[in-house]
C-alpha cells in the first residue's frame, strides 16, 4: 500500500507539474532517490557554492556554539545524541546541489553518528533518514607478541579527526554523491540527531565536477611535461594501515601461504588486513607511505578474493583523499584461492599516478562495482515479493487448503501483472549476471528459481496456494543471496608503490615453497599448543605475583579480548597474574574437575546453583564490600543465585523480553503499538482476519510456551509461582490456576501459533508483533536489511492495574538445572575449593565494574561486528554501549520491570512437569483442573525430595520466618500468593 502511495503521489506531481510548493509539501519525506532525483530531472545545476559556518545556526535542540576544538578554531555546532540543529540559507538560483559536511567526532559510544536530513522541514527522500559520519580508528599500537612466540593484534582505538563527508548513499546502492533541491530564496537545512554526538564544522552546498578520465589526466600529465620516477619501490604492509573506518579492520593472520610478508609455519603472524570482516559497501582502510622523489609512478596490490566465486570484489581507490580518474573508481579484484599481484591498470598497461615528494595517504573503499544497479533492484524486488506474500496470505492463510478455489486473481487485481513484471525484472537480472560470471547455475541458480516460481504462478494462480511454503522459502533464500551478492570481500598482504622500471614480485608460491610449508606446518601441529591463551611477554614478567586460575567457556576471540583487558589493566592494578583458560565444554569438565582437585579459583559464566547446593560455590556475601558492588546490577539479576541469605555469582550478562513490531505492516492495518493484554486481545481477531499472528512463546525464540511464558502474566499481577523459600510450587494458588488456564485460552481459543522461526516470520510479515529476547535485535539487522526503519521494538504488553498503571513484570533466569531454562543471566563464581579467594573476588569486581564491561563490550563488537552486541548485566555499562537513544530508553524502562525465578530444589523437574502440563491441556486436550492438580502434585513431590537430601524444611509450618522475609525481599513487583476474588474478577480471572 505505501509504494503504490509513493508511486501514486509522484505520478500525480510528475503529470501535473505542480508548483515547487506544492511538490514540497505533497512529496517530500516519502520518495526513493531514484524517484525524487528523477521528478528534478533536468532542473539547473548553478555553479555557485555556500559554506554555512556550523556555528551559524538559526535553530537547535541540544546544540552548543563551539570556537575551537581538535586544533582548528572557527564556528561550530556541537550536536547531542538527540536534538536537531537548523541552518539557514538564501539562495541564489535554484536548483540541484551536492551537500558536503566538515565534522568532527564527538566522545560517544563507538559508533559511526548518524544524523536525518531535512530540508525546508520535511525529508527530501528516504535514503537520508540515516546519513552517517563515520569515526577513524586505529592500532592502539604495535603487534603484541605473547610466550608463545604468537603476534597478537593490538587494540583498536578511535583517531578522532576532522573530516570532509559529501553526503552519499551509505549502503552503496547510489553510486554517485545526493543532489538535493534547493528552491531559490530562503531555505533551511536541518540534521536531526539519530545516533552519537558530533561536531559540525560547516556545511557546504556546491556543484561537484565529475571525475576525469585516465585519457584526460595523460594529457594533462604531457601539458605539465610530468614525466616517471626512476629506481622507486615501497611496500607498504597490509596490516600496517594507518587509518581505518571501522574497529573490524584490523590486521590478521593468514599462515596457508609462504609468500605472505610476515611469515611462518607455525606461530601466528599478523601479516595481512581485511577479508570477510572488510566487505560491506562504504567500508574503508588507508596507508600512509612516502616517496623519494616527485614523479609518475604505478601501484599494484597483493590481495585475494577467495570467498565469492564467480565474482570480482570492488574497491575505489583515493589518492590524498581526492579519485585520481574515473577508472579508479571501481576497481575489480577478481576471484582466486590464492593471491594475486593486481597492477592498477587497463590490461598490460599500468596507469600512472602523479605523486609528489613527501608523504601521502592511500586509501581503498568499498563499493558494489558495476552490478550495483541490479543488485539494488533485486533487493526492491524481494520488498515487492514479501508484499505480495503478505497480500496472499491474508486471503490464504499461511496454510491454505489447497483444496479449495481462493480465486487470488479477482481478489488482488493487480496480483498476476505484479508476478510477470517481476518475473521479467529478474530475468533481466539474472542476465546480467550470467554475462557478469560467465556462469549459468551456481551463484545464479536461485534467481532462476525464483523467475520459474513466478512464471508457474502468473500462469496459474489457482496454483498458488499449493506452492506458498516454496514461495516462502524462496524469499528467504533471496534475502541471503542478496547478502552474499553484496558482500566485497578482499585481504590484503601488501600494497606496492613504485616507478614503472621497477619489477614487481611474485605472488604465487613456487612449489618448493609450498610444500616445504606443508612439511613444517604438520611437524608444528604436534608440538604447538593452538588453544592455549598465552601470555603477552613483557619485561617486568620476572617479577613474582600471586596467581589465580580463570575458565571462560566463550570463543577464543572473547578470551582473547579478556586476556588483552587483564594484562592491560587489571594486573597492573592489582599485582594478581591470571593463568586464563579456553574451556569447551565448561558444565560437563567442572564437577570432574572439583573432585579431583584441579577446579580453577574462578569460572566465568558457569554459575550453577546445582553446584552452590553442594558446597561447591563460595558465598560471595562474605566479601565485606559486596553490598557495594552489588548496586551495579538489578535485584533481579541476583535472583537465579541467591539462595536465603547467600549468593553465589555476580551477574556477567543479563537479557530479557520486549516485543518487536513491524511498523509498516501496523500502519498498514491501522493498528497501534499495544501498551496492555486488553490492547492484544482487540488486536488478535485483527491479525488473523488479515491471516496474520501474535507471537507469544518461550520468550527466548520460537520455542514452545514454557514456564516463563507462565511467570510474565503471574509476575504482572505480583503473585509468585513458588511459595516462600521455593518449598513448594504455587499451582494449587486459584490465582495461578486461571492464570495458567488465561494462557492456555490464547492457544485453545485464539490458535496462536505454538513453534516458529521468529526471524522468518517477522521479516516475511506473519508476526508483525512478537515478543521474545531482545538479542532478536542483533539478528535482524544482519539478517533483514532491507526492513531497516519498518521495525522497531518496545516494553512488553502489561496488566492493568486497580491505580490505573500498567504492570510489565518480565522473568528472567538462568539456565541451569534448578532454574527455568530461559532468559537471563549468566554469572561469574568463585570455587570453594579455591584457597585465593580474596584475589579472586578482586578478579570478580574487576570483571564486572563499568568500564571492564564497556571495554569488553565494546571490543567484541569491534571484533565481530553489531551482531555481538554484549548483553552485560551492569546497567550503567549498558548505557555506554553503541545502542541508539530511544533503543536505550526501552530497554532501560523493561529493565526496571524485570523479576528473578528463584532456585529451586529440584527446578530441573518443575520445568519437566510445567512442559508437559502445557502439552496436555492444549495439545492432547486433557481436563485442566485435574491435570494442574496431578503435575502439580509430581513436581512437589520431587522437590521434597531434594530438599530432604539436603536437610532443608519441606513444609512452610516449620520455615524460619527469616528465610520467608528474605525470599519476599529479592522480588520488586512480586509481593503475593493468592488474589481475592474480587482482584480476580478485576484481572479477568473469573467473571
Given at each position: 500500500?505505501?509504494?503504490r502511495?509513493i508511486?501514486?503521489?509522484?505520478?500525480?506531481?510528475?503529470?501535473?507539474?505542480?508548483?515547487?510548493?506544492?511538490?514540497?509539501?505533497?512529496?517530500?519525506?516519502?520518495?526513493?532517490?531514484?524517484e525524487?532525483?528523477?521528478?528534478y530531472?533536468?532542473?539547473?545545476?548553478?555553479?555557485?557554492?555556500y559554506?554555512l559556518p556550523g556555528?551559524?545556526?538559526?535553530?537547535?535542540?541540544?546544540?552548543?556554539?563551539?570556537?575551537?576544538?581538535?586544533?582548528?578554531?572557527?564556528s561550530?555546532?556541537?550536536?547531542?545524541?538527540?536534538?536537531?540543529?537548523?541552518?539557514?540559507?538564501?539562495?541564489?538560483?535554484?536548483?540541484?546541489?551536492?551537500?558536503?559536511?566538515?565534522?568532527?567526532?564527538?566522545?560517544?559510544?563507538?559508533?559511526?553518528?548518524?544524523?536525518?536530513?531535512?530540508?525546508?522541514?520535511?525529508?527530501?527522500?528516504?535514503?537520508?533518514?540515516?546519513?552517517?559520519f563515520?569515526?577513524?580508528?586505529?592500532?592502539?599500537?604495535?603487534?603484541?607478541v605473547?610466550?608463545?612466540?604468537?603476534?597478537?593484534?593490538?587494540?583498536q582505538?578511535?583517531?578522532?579527526?576532522?573530516?570532509?563527508?559529501?553526503?552519499?548513499?551509505?549502503?552503496?546502492y547510489?553510486?554517485?554523491?545526493?543532489?538535493?533541491?534547493?528552491?531559490?530564496?530562503?531555505n533551511?537545512?536541518t540534521?536531526?540527531?539519530?545516533?552519537?554526538?558530533?561536531?559540525?564544522?560547516?556545511?557546504?552546498?556546491?556543484?561537484?565536477?565529475?571525475?576525469?578520465?585516465?585519457?584526460?589526466?595523460?594529457?594533462?600529465?604531457?601539458?605539465?611535461?610530468?614525466?616517471?620516477?626512476?629506481?622507486?619501490?615501497?611496500?607498504?604492509?597490509?596490516?600496517?594501515?594507518?587509518?581505518?573506518?571501522?574497529?573490524?579492520?584490523?590486521?590478521?593472520?593468514?599462515?596457508?601461504?609462504?609468500?605472505m610478508?610476515?611469515?611462518?609455519?607455525?606461530?601466528?603472524?599478523?601479516?595481512?588486513?581485511?577479508?570477510?570482516?572488510?566487505?560491506?559497501?562504504?567500508?574503508?582502510?588507508?596507508?600512509?607511505?612516502?616517496?623519494?622523489?616527485?614523479?609518475?609512478?604505478?601501484?599494484?596490490?597483493?590481495?585475494?578474493?577467495?570467498?565469492?566465486?564467480?565474482?570480482?570484489s570492488?574497491?575505489?581507490?583515493?589518492?590524498?583523499g581526492?579519485?585520481?580518474?574515473?577508472?579508479?573508481?571501481?576497481?575489480?579484484?577478481?576471484?582466486?584461492?590464492?593471491?594475486i599481484?593486481?597492477?592498477?591498470?587497463?590490461g598490460?598497461?599500468?596507469?600512472l599516478?602523479?605523486?609528489?615528494?613527501?608523504?601521502?595517504?592511500?586509501?581503498?573503499?568499498?563499493?558494489?562495482?558495476?552490478?550495483?544497479?541490479?543488485?539494488?533492484?533485486?533487493?526492491?524486488?524481494?520488498?515487492?515479493?514479501?508484499?505480495?506474500?503478505?497480500?496472499?496470505?491474508?486471503?490464504?492463510?499461511?496454510?491454505?487448503?489447497?483444496?479449495?478455489?481462493?480465486?487470488?486473481?479477482?481478489?488482488?487485481?493487480?496480483?498476476?501483472?505484479?508476478?510477470?513484471?517481476?518475473?521479467?525484472?529478474?530475468k533481466?537480472?539474472?542476465?546480467?549476471?550470467?554475462?557478469?560470471?560467465?556462469?549459468?547455475?551456481?551463484?545464479?541458480?536461485?534467481?532462476?528459481?525464483?523467475?520459474?516460481m513466478?512464471?508457474?504462478?502468473?500462469?496459474?494462480?489457482?496454483?498458488?496456494?499449493?506452492?506458498?511454503?516454496?514461495?516462502?522459502?524462496?524469499?528467504?533464500?533471496?534475502?541471503?543471496w542478496?547478502?552474499?551478492?553484496?558482500?566485497?570481500?578482499?585481504?590484503?598482504d601488501?600494497?606496492?608503490?613504485?616507478?614503472?622500471?621497477?619489477?614487481?614480485?611474485?605472488?604465487?608460491?613456487?612449489?618448493r615453497?609450498?610444500?616445504?610449508?606443508?612439511?613444517?606446518?604438520?611437524?608444528?601441529?604436534?608440538?604447538h599448543?593452538y588453544?592455549?591463551?598465552?601470555?603477552?611477554?613483557?619485561?617486568?614478567?620476572?617479577?613474582?605475583?600471586?596467581?589465580?586460575?580463570?575458565?571462560?567457556?566463550?570463543?577464543?576471540?572473547?578470551?582473547?579480548?579478556?586476556?588483552?583487558l587483564?594484562?592491560?589493566?587489571?594486573?597492573?592494578?592489582?599485582?594478581?597474574?591470571?593463568?586464563?583458560?579456553?574451556?569447551?565444554?565448561?558444565?560437563?569438565?567442572?564437577v570432574?574437575?572439583?573432585?579431583?582437585?584441579?577446579?580453577?579459583?574462578?569460572?566465568?559464566?558457569?554459575?550453577?546453583?546445582?553446584?552452590?547446593?553442594?558446597?561447591?560455590?563460595?558465598?560471595?556475601?562474605?566479601?565485606?564490600?559486596?553490598p557495594?558492588v552489588?548496586?551495579?546490577?538489578?535485584?533481579?539479576?541476583?535472583?537465579?543465585?541467591?539462595?536465603?541469605?547467600?549468593?553465589?555469582?555476580l551477574?556477567e550478562?543479563?537479557?530479557?523480553p520486549v516485543?518487536?513490531?513491524?511498523?509498516?505492516?501496523?500502519?498498514?492495518?491501522?493498528?497501534?503499538?499495544?501498551?496492555?493484554?486488553?490492547?492484544?486481545?482487540?488486536?488478535?481477531?485483527?491479525?488473523?482476519?488479515?491471516?496474520?499472528?501474535?507471537?507469544?512463546?518461550?520468550?527466548t525464540?520460537?520455542?514452545?510456551?514454557?514456564?516463563?511464558?507462565?511467570?510474565?502474566?503471574?509476575?504482572?499481577?505480583?503473585?509468585?509461582?513458588?511459595?516462600?523459600?521455593?518449598?513448594?510450587?504455587?499451582?494449587?494458588?486459584?490465582?495461578?490456576?486461571?492464570?495458567?488456564?488465561?494462557?492456555?485460552?490464547?492457544?485453545?481459543?485464539?490458535?496462536?501459533?505454538?513453534?516458529?522461526?521468529?526471524?522468518n516470520?517477522?521479516?516475511?510479515?506473519?508476526?508483525?508483533?512478537?515478543?521474545?529476547?531482545?538479542?532478536?535485535?542483533?539478528?535482524?539487522n544482519?539478517?533483514?536489511?532491507?526492513?531497516?526503519?519498518?521495525?522497531?521494538?518496545?516494553?512488553v504488553?502489561?496488566?492493568?492495574?486497580?491505580?490505573?498503571?500498567?504492570?510489565?513484570?518480565?522473568?528472567?533466569?538462568?539456565a541451569?538445572?534448578?532454574?527455568?531454562?530461559?532468559?537471563?543471566?549468566?554469572?561469574?563464581?568463585?570455587?570453594?575449593?579455591?584457597?585465593?579467594?580474596?584475589?579472586?573476588?578482586?578478579?570478580?569486581?574487576?570483571?564486572?565494574?563499568?568500564?571492564?564491561?564497556?571495554?569488553?563490550?565494546?571490543?567484541?563488537?569491534?571484533?565481530?561486528?553489531?551482531?555481538?552486541?554484549?548483553?552485560?548485566?551492569?546497567?550503567?555499562?549498558?548505557?555506554e554501549?553503541?545502542?541508539?537513544?530511544?533503543?536505550?530508553?526501552?530497554?532501560?524502562?523493561?529493565?526496571?520491570?524485570?523479576?528473578?525465578?528463584?532456585?529451586?530444589l529440584?527446578?530441573?523437574?518443575?520445568?519437566?512437569?510445567?512442559?508437559?502440563?502445557?502439552?496436555?491441556?492444549v495439545?492432547?486436550?486433557?481436563?485442566?483442573w485435574?491435570?494442574?492438580?496431578?503435575?502439580?502434585?509430581?513436581?512437589?513431590?520431587?522437590?521434597?525430595?531434594?530438599?530432604?537430601?539436603?536437610?532443608?524444611?519441606?513444609?512452610?509450618?516449620?520455615?524460619?520466618?527469616?528465610?520467608?522475609?528474605?525470599y519476599?525481599?529479592?522480588?520488586?513487583?512480586?509481593?503475593?500468593?493468592?488474589?481475592?476474588?474480587?482482584e480476580?474478577?478485576?484481572?479477568?480471572?473469573?467473571?
Amino acid at each position: 500500500m505505501k509504494l503504490r502511495h509513493i508511486m501514486l503521489v509522484t505520478i500525480i506531481c510528475t503529470l501535473l507539474a505542480l508548483n515547487t510548493a506544492f511538490l514540497e509539501s505533497a512529496c517530500a519525506g516519502m520518495l526513493t532517490y531514484s524517484e525524487y532525483h528523477a521528478l528534478y530531472a533536468g532542473k539547473p545545476e548553478p555553479e555557485t557554492e555556500y559554506i554555512l559556518p556550523g556555528g551559524s545556526f538559526s535553530a537547535g535542540q541540544n546544540v552548543q556554539l563551539v570556537t575551537e576544538y581538535g586544533g582548528r578554531a572557527g564556528s561550530f555546532a556541537a550536536t547531542e545524541e538527540t536534538g536537531f540543529v537548523e541552518w539557514e540559507v538564501e539562495i541564489k538560483e535554484e536548483g540541484l546541489y551536492h551537500i558536503e559536511v566538515l565534522y568532527h567526532p564527538l566522545p560517544g559510544k563507538s559508533i559511526a553518528a548518524e544524523r536525518e536530513l531535512l530540508i525546508n522541514g520535511e525529508r527530501p527522500f528516504e535514503e537520508v533518514e540515516y546519513v552517517v559520519f563515520p569515526r577513524v580508528w586505529a592500532d592502539e599500537g604495535p603487534v603484541l607478541v605473547d610466550k608463545n612466540g604468537n603476534q597478537i593484534r593490538p587494540r583498536q582505538i578511535e583517531a578522532p579527526q576532522w573530516q570532509t563527508v559529501v553526503l552519499r548513499d551509505s549502503l552503496g546502492y547510489i553510486v554517485e554523491p545526493f543532489q538535493f533541491y534547493f528552491k531559490e530564496g530562503v531555505n533551511r537545512i536541518t540534521l536531526r540527531s539519530q545516533a552519537e554526538p558530533l561536531l559540525i564544522g560547516e556545511v557546504r552546498l556546491y556543484h561537484r565536477k565529475a571525475v576525469p578520465t585516465y585519457a584526460e589526466v595523460q594529457e594533462r600529465y604531457q601539458v605539465a611535461g610530468l614525466g616517471p620516477a626512476r629506481g622507486v619501490f615501497i611496500k607498504i604492509q597490509g596490516e600496517d594501515a594507518a587509518y581505518k573506518s571501522e574497529p573490524t579492520l584490523f590486521g590478521v593472520h593468514d599462515q596457508g601461504d609462504p609468500t605472505m610478508e610476515p611469515y611462518h609455519p607455525v606461530e601466528i603472524r599478523i601479516n595481512s588486513i581485511g577479508g570477510y570482516r572488510w566487505a560491506q559497501a562504504s567500508q574503508w582502510i588507508s596507508w600512509k607511505f612516502t616517496v623519494p622523489e616527485t614523479g609518475l609512478y604505478k601501484i599494484a596490490i597483493k590481495g585475494k578474493q577467495d570467498q565469492n566465486r564467480g565474482f570480482y570484489s570492488n574497491r575505489r581507490l583515493y589518492i590524498d583523499g581526492e579519485v585520481p580518474f574515473r577508472e579508479v573508481d571501481v576497481i575489480a579484484f577478481p576471484y582466486s584461492t590464492h593471491y594475486i599481484m593486481n597492477t592498477l591498470g587497463d590490461g598490460d598497461t599500468p596507469y600512472l599516478f602523479y605523486l609528489e615528494e613527501g608523504e601521502h595517504e592511500l586509501k581503498l573503499e568499498v563499493v558494489l562495482g558495476d552490478l550495483v544497479d541490479y543488485i539494488h533492484q533485486t533487493k526492491e524486488n524481494l520488498y515487492k515479493l514479501t508484499n505480495i506474500y503478505r497480500q496472499i496470505i491474508m486471503i490464504t492463510s499461511p496454510n491454505p487448503d489447497t483444496l479449495r478455489s481462493y480465486r487470488l486473481e479477482k481478489q488482488i487485481p493487480t496480483l498476476v501483472d505484479d508476478l510477470r513484471d517481476l518475473s521479467e525484472s529478474f530475468k533481466e537480472i539474472r542476465s546480467h549476471f550470467e554475462e557478469y560470471t560467465g556462469q549459468t547455475g551456481g551463484h545464479n541458480v536461485i534467481l532462476s528459481t525464483i523467475t520459474f516460481m513466478l512464471d508457474r504462478m502468473a500462469d496459474r494462480p489457482d496454483r498458488i496456494p499449493g506452492i506458498l511454503n516454496e514461495f516462502r522459502d524462496n524469499i528467504g533464500a533471496l534475502g541471503e543471496w542478496i547478502s552474499n551478492t553484496e558482500s566485497q570481500p578482499l585481504q590484503v598482504d601488501y600494497i606496492i608503490v613504485a616507478s614503472p622500471d621497477e619489477a614487481l614480485p611474485q605472488a604465487v608460491p613456487t612449489r618448493r615453497q609450498a610444500m616445504r610449508h606443508e612439511l613444517q606446518a604438520y611437524i608444528g601441529s604436534f608440538t604447538h599448543d593452538y588453544t592455549e591463551i598465552g601470555d603477552i611477554a613483557t619485561d617486568d614478567d620476572v617479577v613474582e605475583r600471586e596467581t589465580i586460575s580463570v575458565w571462560i567457556g566463550l570463543g577464543r576471540d572473547q578470551a582473547q579480548v579478556l586476556k588483552q583487558l587483564i594484562q592491560e589493566l587489571f594486573t597492573p592494578q592489582t599485582g594478581i597474574a591470571v593463568h586464563l583458560q579456553l574451556i569447551n565444554g565448561m558444565d560437563s569438565l567442572l564437577v570432574p574437575a572439583i573432585l579431583a582437585g584441579t577446579a580453577p579459583d574462578v569460572a566465568i559464566g558457569a554459575a550453577n546453583m546445582d553446584l552452590a547446593f553442594r558446597g561447591a560455590v563460595a558465598d560471595l556475601t562474605q566479601f565485606p564490600d559486596f553490598p557495594d558492588v552489588a548496586q551495579r546490577f538489578s535485584q533481579s539479576a541476583f535472583v537465579p543465585y541467591r539462595f536465603r541469605d547467600a549468593v553465589y555469582a555476580l551477574p556477567e550478562t543479563q537479557t530479557f523480553p520486549v516485543m518487536f513490531y513491524r511498523e509498516d505492516i501496523l500502519e498498514e492495518l491501522g493498528i497501534e503499538v499495544p501498551q496492555t493484554w486488553e490492547d492484544v486481545y482487540e488486536i488478535i481477531p485483527i491479525l488473523q482476519r488479515n491471516h496474520m499472528e501474535f507471537g507469544l512463546t518461550g520468550l527466548t525464540g520460537g520455542s514452545m510456551p514454557n514456564l516463563n511464558t507462565f511467570l510474565m502474566f503471574l509476575y504482572q499481577m505480583g503473585v509468585a509461582v513458588f511459595k516462600e523459600d521455593s518449598i513448594a510450587t504455587n499451582l494449587d494458588s486459584r490465582a495461578v490456576a486461571f492464570t495458567f488456564k488465561k494462557l492456555t485460552e490464547f492457544f485453545t481459543l485464539y490458535n496462536m501459533p505454538l513453534e516458529y522461526n521468529i526471524a522468518n516470520r517477522f521479516r516475511l510479515g506473519e508476526l508483525p508483533l512478537v515478543i521474545t529476547d531482545y538479542g532478536l535485535y542483533n539478528t535482524l539487522n544482519v539478517f533483514a536489511p532491507e526492513l531497516r526503519g519498518r521495525w522497531g521494538f518496545t516494553m512488553v504488553p502489561g496488566t492493568v492495574q486497580p491505580d490505573g498503571t500498567i504492570n510489565r513484570a518480565v522473568p528472567i533466569t538462568a539456565a541451569s538445572g534448578t532454574t527455568p531454562n530461559a532468559v537471563g543471566t549468566t554469572g561469574t563464581i568463585i570455587l570453594e575449593g579455591s584457597n585465593k579467594k580474596e584475589a579472586a573476588w578482586e578478579f570478580l569486581k574487576w570483571w564486572t565494574s563499568k568500564d571492564i564491561q564497556v571495554a569488553f563490550g565494546r571490543e567484541l563488537e569491534s571484533l565481530m561486528g553489531s551482531a555481538a552486541r554484549y548483553a552485560s548485566a551492569n546497567i550503567e555499562a549498558v548505557k555506554e554501549l553503541p545502542w541508539r537513544p530511544h533503543e536505550l530508553e526501552t530497554l532501560l524502562r523493561q529493565w526496571q520491570w524485570t523479576e528473578g525465578v528463584p532456585p529451586v530444589l529440584g527446578g530441573y523437574y518443575v520445568t519437566r512437569q510445567f512442559d508437559w502440563l502445557f502439552r496436555a491441556v492444549v495439545l492432547d486436550h486433557k481436563p485442566l483442573w485435574e491435570s494442574i492438580q496431578d503435575y502439580d502434585e509430581a513436581a512437589n513431590k520431587e522437590i521434597e525430595r531434594k530438599r530432604m537430601e539436603f536437610d532443608y524444611e519441606t513444609h512452610l509450618e516449620d520455615l524460619d520466618e527469616r528465610f520467608k522475609k528474605l525470599y519476599w525481599d529479592q522480588y520488586t513487583h512480586v509481593y503475593r500468593l493468592e488474589l481475592s476474588d474480587d482482584e480476580m474478577r478485576f484481572y479477568g480471572l473469573i467473571p
